[in-house]
């Protein structure tokens, strides 16, 4: 059972815009900032969007995150085959001296 | 730029203790940050092991901090988990990464770049 809790499956055709949430509390999302990683098939978790909204220099513009009280949504608009991947949000959670905690993971399929 | 590599016995023993090292290339620990452990069993999603700092100041996830040790040597340039007392439950892959947060106290940032990762499996 994850502390952040994701839609375990999500789907969309070439070109379509889809959204991936993630939910949390006052401890964890919201409190702190949260990133999403990708995880292609067979590969390490690579970072996709840090501080709710920021990309990394090399990720498109397609890929999008935001954060409203305790939830974040990432989006991927122009869908695309190798999007097909795992993503996993994440936060920072205050309660008990302070610790890192994941999604359970939402496995993309592009159809 | 930075890159991460674990190593380590790709088979532990039940009751035995699990030891990773990561080996650090590309940037100098004692530059600062934290640098952490995250496992992921077969097919399912990541949890975070736990992360030090380049002076050692460690952070455990609750739920593993009674087996959990976190060591850094910065004459090597790497850091190290330890993880006793394994049952089969302990089989994932182990990953290593950076957070490029100087005080946890203040919270972590993200981990960027992460090591390839090595499979461990707990089995007699």
């Known amino acids: 059972q994850s502390v952040l809790t994701q839609p375990p499956s999500a789907s969309g055709t070439p070109g379509q815009r889809v959204t991936i949430s993630c939910s949390g509390s006052?401890?964890?999302?919201?409190?702190?900032?949260v990133n999403w990683y990708q995880q292609l098939p067979g590969t390490a978790p690579q970072l996709l969007i840090y501080?709710?909204?920021q990309r990394p220099s090399g990720v498109p513009d397609r890929f999008s995150g935001s954060k409203s009280g305790t939830s974040a949504s990432l989006a991927i608009s122009g869908l695309q085959s190798e999007d097909e991947a795992d993503y996993y949000c994440?936060?920072?959670?205050?309660?008990?001296?302070?610790?890192?905690?994941f999604g359970g993971g939402t496995k993309l399929t592009v159809l | 730029q930075v890159q991460l590599q674990e190593s380590g016995p790709g088979l532990v023993k039940p009751s035995e203790t699990l030891s990773l090292t990561c080996a650090v290339s590309?940037?100098?620990?004692?530059?600062?940050?934290?640098w952490g452990w995250i496992r992921q069993p077969p097919g399912k999603g990541l949890e975070w092991i736990g992360s030090?700092?380049?002076?050692?100041?460690?952070y455990y996830n609750p739920s593993l901090k009674s087996r959990v040790t976190i060591s850094v040597d910065t004459s090597k340039n790497q850091f190290s988990l330890r993880l006793s007392s394994v049952t089969a439950a302990d089989t994932a892959g182990y990953y290593c990464?950076?957070?490029?947060?100087?005080?946890?106290?203040?919270?972590?940032?993200?981990?960027?770049?992460w090591g390839q990762g090595t499979l461990v499996t707990v089995s007699s």
């Open positions: 990464a950076r957070d490029p947060t100087y005080n946890y106290a203040s919270g972590g940032n993200w981990f960027d770049p």
């Open positions: 590309g940037s100098s620990i004692s530059s600062g940050y934290y």
């Open positions: 030090i700092s380049h002076s050692g100041s460690t």
């Open positions: 006052s401890s964890n999302i919201g409190s702190n900032t």
């Open positions: 501080s709710n909204n």
């Open positions: 994440a936060a920072w959670d205050d309660s008990l001296n302070g610790h890192w905690v």
